[in-house]
């Protein structure tokens, strides 16, 4: 049973930073694309960032761009998010996702095959 376990979330001042991280288990994820989603209350879930099984190819979102930055260790099974210049609209639970298909790109909620059981991020004004 594949488990996603996320880390790293809090409350932080506007213009601070957080790192976010996922661990991975239950089988080999090196072959997977991995990603960050976030929901806010009221709000549809979100893409933030998505890297390939590789490490290579990323995407990230609009609102996100030059601040946050998506990188994975395949040999730790682990995806990490590194949150820069943090502003108060990047409050939301924010998820841990695998794609659901081997090699494939992840960039819908369709594409995920699993979902981690998130962590809150707050950014205070």
């Known amino acids: 049973q594949v488990q996603l376990v996320e880390s790293g979330g809090g409350l932080v001042q506007a213009g601070g930073s957080l790192r976010l991280s996922c661990t991975a288990s239950g089988r080999t994820f090196s072959n997977y694309a991995m990603g960050w989603f976030r929901q806010a209350p009221g709000k549809e879930r979100e893409i933030v960032a998505t890297i390939n099984w590789s490490g290579g190819p990323t995407y990230y979102g609009d609102s996100v761009k030059g601040r946050f930055t998506i990188s994975r260790d395949n040999a730790k099974n682990t995806v990490y998010l590194q949150m820069n210049s943090l502003k108060p609209e990047d409050t939301a639970v924010y998820y841990c996702?695998?794609?659901?298909?081997?090699?494939?790109?992840?960039?819908?909620?369709?594409?995920?095959?699993?979902w981690g059981q998130g962590t809150q991020v707050t950014v205070s004004s």
């Open positions: 996702a695998v794609g659901k298909n081997a090699v494939m790109p992840i960039t819908t909620t369709q594409r995920v095959g699993s």
